[in-house]
């Protein structure tokens, strides 16, 4: 009797926080079998009630919740703690799915199957509150459409499967049938259950957010999975003009000088009157759209810190690209018979601010920023990869002549399509390697604005490529002096001698103590600050370094 009145006590003054740490402490080595089940049992029913969920599902909570700091939580990283074969947690499936549903967990399916907690949902938790998704219904056009966007933006980075994708839209619109947009939508023949539901969403979207009148298939094939039947069948479509989309004049062919271009789409002038009359939209009042673009202006201020001779060079080339000067030096570039385009590369070790700093550039000098990852670029399918190479540079063109000042291209992790080409070639990827390389090339060659490529790995540089960069900025790993600067611009209330201690033992890079002050923020959330500073972020060092380390020997053989 009294010890069930001491729980009852201990459970009244209980969190979720705490709740889980206890269901973790007991499911280390018990296999998650019924003796957990018993022992854990008031923790996982006060879980269960608090988040509403099945005490199965509030155990694999507890698991995830203790890894909160991992985007890329496997069922596999259990099995050790757990002392349980994978297996057995496959029966958990169902739990997970039920978290997923709940939207306390996001999951991915690319590339193997992924879990994360998003920040919100932990801060829910922090709180002792259930997480409860914001609300979907009765919002103005303008809030779905930024819905729709953040949904298609984390599908792009492969934060959400595109199953869940689906049901999220559906969602969306069921909830919203209010909406002049959403009624709308009946005048053109589109299944809900499938994917041509989401592309046609994905059009709308591209154009309502950014503005853009020149949409490649580059822009599209995220919706559909690797080698998926049907986005060939989407293609071949879209490519011979009898797709349901170009049939019910829902988009056309963009004309290039006088020219059809079948692999550039934009939503009809009728269709655009019909959908979004409500949205008040300046690129439907004769506005030059600004498609696919970052605008300076929504680039964050970010202080960065660095080496003496990089600061020197970034410096110097942030003055170049002023308008007055960068206008002057094409000018006489141009008199001289010289190339006018400014093709850059930023090259050094990882973390060490080199794609921050283009961003840092482009909010400076007044350039809006178009972004190209080169692994997102690449395509699965031969011949494909050429064209979407090709489309980005039409496109930047197009964007150059539309802009006041010339945009910046930034290739971002260029490492693989800058690297020395195949000799010899015979493997159609080794062909398609070198033909992306010598358009690449080709296009700086021709270049009338501004490239910016940064790679981890410029000792493997084609000397073509190396000939073209203009400038080229190498990064090092910052001095003793400027990681103790950054050490105290991540954690301001780190003391000047606590800075110069870490900085002196530990010679990371930026991105890397940017990573375990990350880590910190995160364990002050949850368990408050710790009672000594130090100690805590030198165990997080210890941890950085031992990744580090890991991931090195992961490279070659």
Known sequence: MVMQTSCKKGMEQMDLLQAFEIIVDKAKGSSLGEKFYQEADPYLGFVSDKLCISKRASAIMALFADRCDDNHIQFSDYTDFLDCRILSLLRYFKETEELVDKEYVCRSKDEGLYYCIPMEVMEAFQQN?????SDVEELTARELF?????LFTKCRRRKLDRQILKKKLRALVR????????????SFDIDEEDTEFSLFLLFCTLFVIDGDDDIRYHDLEFLYEEGEAGWRWAKRGLSQGDHLFLVEKFIEYTNDDGFVDRESFKITDDAKKLLFSELNLSSMRGVRPKGGMLSFEDIKPKQLFYNSKERKQVDELATLLEEEHYQSIRNRL????????????????????????????????????????????????????????????DDYKQKVKQSVKAPILLFNEADAIIGKRQVGAERAVEKMENSIQNIILQEIEQLDGILIATTNLAENMDKAFERRFLYKVKFEKPDLACRSQIWQAMIPSLEDADASFLAARYDFSGGEIENIARHYTIQTILHGSPEKMVKSLTEFCESERLEGARAKRKIGF
């Open 129 to 133: 509150q259930r997480y409860i998704p």
């Open 146 to 150: 930024d819905k729709f966007n953040e």
């Open 175 to 186: 909830k919203n049938e209010n909406l002049a947009f959403v009624k709308a939508m009946s």
């Open 334 to 393: 141009r008199e001289t018979n010289f190339r006018s385009g400014f093709a850059c590369l930023f090259y050094g070790a990882p973390g060490t601010g080199k794609t921050e700093t283009v961003l840092q550039i482009a909010r400076k000098t007044g350039r809006d920023l178009i972004q190209v990852n080169v692994s997102e670029v690449k395509s699965m399918w031969v011949g494909e990869s050429e064209k979407n190479i090709k489309g980005i540079f």
